[in-house]
T-cell receptor, first 116, second 114 residues
């Protein structure tokens, strides 16, 4: 069952910031927001995750609203190689007990197309 | 970096054959997963394992089995391949550690059953 809602597609100009939204209004207190992307014909790639604070790494920034019901993945300077399907997933974080907690359920994601 | 290696990138098998898809990870991850990906259906979880010799059914286990005899290796078995099992198969692994990064996926095996 999908716990997140994402737009099916977005466009972004090369060099500009790409802001990908995700709604997760039913998120539980112990669930994290994970972002993955999948470039055509490759396996998905982990990007970033967070619980309630904003996070930044070498790939992207994750902004989570104070009520945690939505988040935005930001690619600060999009390149053509960032064209991919981006998946937003909510799930309990690593380290929680219970085998089934480790499942990741992928929705349809957002196809981001970066244009020259 | 963690590497998840799938034994074949492309595979063609005949209907009724027993097919083994192998996946090996090199970073001592406890959890391993098998997904299949089909156009319009996205990624669907077939089986996963959170320890050696442990396995749990995912969302679409019918027609598949798995084996995890060693921590680093997770095999997906199609006991009698059928044409509706033609798909891209993706293996992933993850670490059970608070704050750990998420899954690492392999490059996938595109299986065609004829």
């Amino acid at each position: 069952d999908a716990k997140t809602t994402q737009p099916p597609s977005m466009d972004c100009a090369e060099g500009r910031a790409a802001n990908l939204p995700c709604n997760h209004s039913t998120i539980s207190g112990n669930e994290y927001v994970y972002w993955y992307r999948q470039i055509h014909s490759q396996g998905p790639q982990y990007i970033i995750h967070g619980l309630k604070n904003n996070e930044t790494n070498e790939m992207a920034s994750l902004i989570i609203t104070e009520d945690r019901k939505s988040s935005t993945l930001i690619l600060p300077h999009a390149t053509l190689r960032d064209t991919a399907v981006y998946y937003c997933i909510v799930r309990v974080g690593e380290g929680n007990s219970g085998g089934s907690n480790y499942k990741l359920t992928f929705g349809k994601g957002t196809l981001l197309t970066v244009n020259p | 970096d963690v590497k998840v290696t799938q034994s074949s990138r492309y595979l063609v098998k005949r209907t009724g054959e027993k097919v083994f898809l192998e996946c090996v990870q090199d970073m001592d991850h406890e959890n391993m997963f098998w997904y299949r990906q089909d156009p319009g259906l996205g990624l669907r979880l077939i089986y996963f394992s959170y320890d050696v010799k442990m396995k749990e059914k995912g969302d679409i286990p019918e027609g598949y089995s798995v084996s995890r005899e060693k921590k680093e290796r997770f095999s997906l078995i199609l006991e009698s391949a059928s044409t509706n099992q033609t798909s891209m198969y993706l293996c992933a692994s993850s670490l059970t550690q608070k704050g750990a990064r998420g899954y690492t996926f392999g490059s996938g095996t595109r299986l065609t059953v004829v």
